[in-house]
């Protein structure tokens, strides 16, 4: 879909469920990441994410676009545009808008620990991904003094 396929099918979604004219621009924007869309207060412009699109078709990507008109149209009417507004989340149930939208962003690996601090004094452990230097810091609980050991030394390298 091109931009101006986009911006046809947000002037049509605007006329049909909100009975307003679109009269700003509607664009794909790649370099969104962690987000389905987003209305820009200062131009009134409105940016979609081409992934949404992509990967989940064009419900998606309507729900997005009823979800951003709801800012556009509450906010040029003077309303409560935001996501904790009575108004914002009222007109998004009687479009039929999404709250919410699915992630497209790749699963993050998560990073094991190298290291881990032991209170001499009480036991507490924590477990830290880069190596400290033990004699500038103390135990958060008890103000003791902390033991450093390498963290694949003991557990193979596994998070615990």
């Not at 009134?44 to 990967?55: D, F, T």
């Not at 009222?90 to 190298?114: D, H, Q």
């Not at 881990?116 to 958060?140: A, F, H, K, P, Q």
């Amino acid at each position: 879909m091109t931009d101006g396929q986009l911006q046809k099918l947000v002037e049509r979604i605007s006329t049909k469920f909100f009975r307003r004219p679109f009269a700003h621009r509607a664009y794909f924007n790649p370099r969104l990441r962690t987000t389905g869309g987003r209305y820009v207060l200062g131009t009134h412009n409105i940016e979609l994410n081409p992934k949404h699109y992509e990967m989940f078709g064009m419900n998606e990507l309507i729900g997005i676009i009823k979800h951003e008109l709801c800012h556009y149209h509450l906010h040029l009417t003077g309303r409560g545009y935001k996501h904790k507004d009575a108004d914002f989340r009222r007109l998004l149930k009687e479009v039929g808008g999404s709250r919410y939208c699915r992630s497209v962003a790749p699963e993050r690996k998560r990073e094991t620990y190298r290291y881990e601090l032991i209170c001499r004094d009480c036991g507490t452990r924590y477990l830290r991904r880069r190596r400290m230097n033990t004699c500038r810091y103390v135990c958060g609980k008890c103000r003791g003094r902390l033991l450093l050991r390498e963290w694949r030394e003991y557990n193979d390298g596994k998070t615990p």
